[in-house]
């Protein structure tokens, strides 16, 4: 996209406490065994301690919102204190779907006034491995177009199959992108595409960038590579852990 989004912040040069961060941490994790996976240690650390972290560090970040399930609020608001998150404004209830829950982690997040920022993050829980590269490279895109979200483009043949698994065809991966989080938005338009999505009945769309494509708008996508992988099976695990591993050898190696 060329055209930069006609906003005050979009010439915006350095990180400045404009966005509120939903955190999605209310799925059951039925992939990985039913495990909850949020606080399911990788390198003996709650998985959500390292999404906690990192916005924890970040300029862009005002506050936070997770939304969880009634029964895992108090060991968040644990993990929070325990990594030093002091942004964290409060645990939501989830939903029966993410999208409910993500709607009512907004909720949360702006039920007064001053708490509003001019931009929200949606992220998931499952996704410990965001770096504040990552963050700054989606929240700056958002600040200048209004829409943006990390992703990465997809590198791999893709073929269309049937119901029997059959190939019945081939996909151009040229334009094919792979969706990840943070998918960061202007709060007005985000606002505006879930008045519009519950209107619609389309509330439970694949992610946010749907929902706000769904409204009329455009996200840009930022490459954010592969490491930022979503926790979705077990074997992911271990491909987390030894992300992490190498990214702490080579922190000491600079240090």
């Not at 930022?222 to 852990?241: L, P, Q, R, W």
Request: charged share 30%.
């Amino acid at each position: 996209m060329s055209v930069i989004w006609n906003n005050k912040y979009a010439l915006l040069r350095k990180p400045e406490p404009l966005f509120t961060v939903l955190v999605a941490a209310a799925g059951s994790g039925k992939r990985m065994g039913n495990v909850y996976k949020p606080l399911y240690k990788i390198e003996e650390k709650e998985m959500i301690a390292y999404s906690l972290e990192v916005f924890q560090k970040s300029g862009f970040v005002k506050q936070i919102v997770v939304s969880a399930p009634n029964d895992k609020k108090e060991e968040i608001y644990d993990v929070a204190k325990k990594c030093g998150c002091t942004k964290l404004k409060c645990v939501s209830d989830g939903g029966e779907t993410r999208a409910e829950s993500v709607l009512g982690a907004f909720r949360a997040a702006f039920d007064k006034k001053e708490d509003i920022t001019p931009f929200v993050a949606i992220h998931d829980a499952a996704r410990p491995l965001v770096t504040e590269n990552i963050i700054n490279d989606v929240f700056f895109a958002c600040t200048k177009y209004g829409a943006s979200v990390a992703a990465t483009k997809v590198r791999d043949a893709i073929k269309k199959t049937g119901k029997d698994n059959v190939v019945s065809g081939e996909l151009d991966r040229n334009g094919l992108w792979q969706m990840q989080t943070p998918q960061a938005f202007d709060t007005d338009i985000y606002h505006t595409a879930l008045v519009r999505a519950k209107q619609s009945g389309n509330i439970d769309a694949v992610d946010d960038a749907s929902l706000v494509i769904a409204a009329g708008f455009k996200v840009v996508c930022v490459e954010s590579g592969f490491a930022n992988i979503k926790v979705t099976y077990k074997e992911d695990v271990e491909i987390a852990g030894a992300i992490i591993r190498n990214r702490a050898e080579k922190k000491e190696k600079s240090e």
